[in-house]
């Protein structure tokens, strides 16, 4: 072990002050089977390092074939390892110039042993969860309602939410936001997405029973909802199909629900749109009129990520696009949306890109770095940065 007169010598050959140095001085050794490969270093930034520090506990996410992401309670990040010039060592129970004593007056010698070294690190970026699969998993088993008496119900390919974390790369916080998005509901312990038709089935016995009773969509009693359709169909998925549907509310110790209009005529008309390649747009706007409940009223804006009208054509025509059904990969959802149309306005391309900004970015910017703009008949258009295969 090195003595204090070696220090002060190698000071000295270094050419340094030796006032200017701290009194205390960590002498290095390595301990005994230290290999790089027995610690793998991770730099957090403070909300992460609170995050540990309270207890919490972060999480490795993702299947053999998808680049592994870091998931805390409500974020998710992307791992990537970064190199260093510098040998990082692990030295346990080094201490800092901001740890020491300053009130020594002689310089003293402090031997310790290091644990580790990497000449790496895993780097964090916050980023969009990847959400899309798990509609994909849920799809593989909807819920199309109770079994008919002589049926077995379907019991393959059903997903607890333990399930579904370990699948999914996204925070246990933000598959709960999507799953309520996707309107999937828990039955018998496992998650599960309605089928499409069922779904709608229940819009129209909740809608039938509204008309009959000459109810305000605004204003619909939960417990007649309940009794006058249990029936039919389980309770459960009533009050289900309600909460998707419509916004609760308590009054006079009764629980009502005000239909949202623009939910209800979206899902009518993506029932119109799924069997059709294209649509004369003026029909389509007359026959999904005529398919929402009486006192609803359709609008186009209301088709927001779900449709994409053709103005160019003659006569103008509509055709189903949803958002959720693109790549969530960001140059991929561009190349595809740059083959579907060359050349888009803000407006409407902006509903196709909204949920690729990332924090604090904007819509604006993903256009500046994947497209070009330009004007066409007074109106500014954005087309591929680069030639987009047909």
């Known amino acids: 072990m090195r003595t204090l007169e070696e220090v002060r010598a190698t000071v000295q050959i270094a050419k340094l002050q030796e006032e200017d140095l701290q009194k ?18 991770m730099e957090l930034d403070d909300a992460l390092c609170k995050h540990i520090e309270a207890g919490e506990s972060l999480v490795i996410r993702g299947d053999k074939d998808e680049r592994a992401v870091l998931c805390s309670g409500d974020k998710t ?15 346990p129970g080094c201490k800092t110039p901001d ?24 780097e964090l970026r916050k980023q969009r969860p990847k959400l899309k699969k798990l509609k994909q998993l849920l799809m593989e088993n909807p819920y199309e309602g109770p079994a008919l008496r002589g049926q077995e119900e379907n019991t393959g390919n059903l997903y607890t939410m333990l399930d579904l974390l370990e699948r999914i790369q996204a925070s246990e916080e933000e598959m709960q936001a999507q799953l ?19 779904e709608m089935k229940l819009l129209g016995h909740v809608t039938q ?3 009959s009773e000459s109810w305000s969509f605004s204003k619909v009693p939960l417990e007649t909802c309940l009794d006058e359709l249990g029936p039919l169909e389980p309770r459960e998925m009533i009050e289900h199909w309600l909460n998707c549907y419509g916004k609760r509310s308590t009054e006079n110790e009764g629980v009502f629900y005000a239909l949202d209009e623009d939910k209800v005529c979206r899902a009518t008309a993506l029932l119109l749109l799924q ?15 005529q398919s929402v409940p009486d006192g609803m009223g359709t609008r186009l804006d209301q088709l927001k990520s779900l449709a994409l009208v053709d103005r160019s054509s003659e006569p103008n025509t509509i055709c189903l696009l949803r958002v959720e059904d693109l790549s969530e990969d960001t ?37 500046t770095k994947y497209a070009r703009s330009s004007t066409q008949n007074g109106v500014k258009v954005f087309n591929s940065r680069r030639p987009v295969a047909t």
């Open 24 to 41: 205390t001085v960590h002498c290095l050794s390595f301990g005994e089977d230290v290999l790089s490969a027995d610690y793998c270093l």
């Open 77 to 91: 990040y992307d791992l990537k390892m970064a190199d260093t010039s510098n040998l990082l060592l692990l030295v």
């Open 209 to 211: 029973l509204v008309d």
């Open 275 to 289: 069997n059709a390649v294209k649509f004369n747009l003026r029909e389509f706007q007359d026959v999904w009129q």
């Open 180 to 198: 309520q998005t996707i309107h999937a509901c828990q039955v018998d312990g496992y998650w599960r997405m309605l089928d499409f038709d069922y």
């Open 99 to 122: 740890q020491l004593s300053g009130s020594q007056d002689s310089t003293h010698l402090l031997h310790t042993q290091i644990w580790g070294f990497c000449s790496s690190y895993w």
């Open 331 to 367: 140059l991929e959802r561009f190349n595809h949306l740059f083959t579907l149309r060359e050349k888009w306005t803000e407006a409407d391309i902006t509903p196709y890109i909204q949920d690729l900004c990332g924090e604090k970015q904007t819509t604006g910017a993903l256009l």
